[in-house]
């Protein structure tokens, strides 16, 4: 296999690239999309997760960051909110607890102080009133009582003198 020879031949010739054959073959036959192959080749292999190619073809292709395929696919697909990927990805991760990212993601980002997420979030969630939070927060910490806070806070303030405030 892997070779070919059309009528009155006198000899086989080698399938180029991005094609093979079986044996006997008057022709050589491209490879599909997903697949690639060298020169010479009795079949084709499927390309890698986290690689693609178009019919014919003689190598895969990486999946750029933010993108992702299984193995044997013609195209890279995009990572949906809340996930990332970076080059070359057979599969797209989670963003941690307080981290969120866009689609088509290469990495995620931290949420800022006064807000928290959970994994796999697509943005920020502001803290209620009474709660507050660091950046990269995954949930927002209660007030202790004599302290108060508006929504998205970064801190808890002291009840002034004469007010108070419950835990």
Do not use: M
């Amino acid at each position: 296999g892997g070779t070919y020879s059309g009528a009155g031949a006198t000899a086989c010739s080698d399938c180029g690239a991005g094609t093979y054959s079986g044996a006997g073959a008057d022709a050589c036959s491209d490879c599909e999309a997903g697949d690639y192959s060298s020169a010479g080749a009795s079949s084709c292999t499927s390309c890698a997760g986290g690689t693609y190619s178009a019919a014919g073809a003689s190598s895969c292709d990486s999946c750029d960051g933010g993108t992702f395929s299984s193995s044997g696919s013609a195209s890279c697909t995009a990572c949906e909110a809340g996930t990332y990927a970076e080059a070359g990805s057979s599969a797209c991760t989670k963003c941690d607890g307080g981290e969120w990212s866009d689609a088509s993601a290469t990495s995620c980002s931290s949420c800022g102080s006064g807000t928290y997420s959970g994994t796999g979030a697509e943005s920020c969630t502001d803290c209620d009133s009474g709660t507050y939070s660091e950046a990269g927060s995954s949930e927002c910490t209660k007030c202790d009582g004599g302290t108060y806070s508006a929504a998205r806070a970064t801190s808890c303030s002291s009840c002034e003198s004469g007010t108070y405030s419950g835990a």
